[in-house]
């Protein structure tokens, strides 16, 4: 190998396990990157949030680092409206709720359903685009 090849070779090459594991990620069918420390790693992309059980705090807003969610009015169905019975002393005027605005923006890295409370998200590895 010459020097100016040496000086761009991956750090994975320069492990024991190296060609293991890319070739591991070249036969996978699902999205697989790796670790700057040479682990191999499958994100898991939000596909679907859950708006019923959602209640609007804006964690998840704050930790995505990719526009993936917008804070939005909670749609009232009016049939389910209990206000007489239960009171929980937020106005029904400004109930919020997450919604997916940009889903194809998602890096797979799970930080919004770490920090929900609720667990509203559903994360699906995706398979390699042909």
Known sequence: MSEPEELYKPAYQDRELGDDLMSKLNSSDVIT?????GIAWTPAFVVALNEAT????GRCYKVCPRD???LVEREMDEELDLDDEYDD????????VMRLVNPMDCIGC???????PKNCHTHESQPVAA
Do not use: K
């Open 33 to 37: 990157g790796m670790t700057r420390g």
């Open 54 to 57: 959602c209640i609007g705090c």
């Open 68 to 70: 993936v969610f917008e």
């Open 89 to 96: 002393g937020f106005s029904d005027d400004t109930s919020m």
């Open 110 to 116: 799970e930080a919004c359903a770490r920090v929900c």
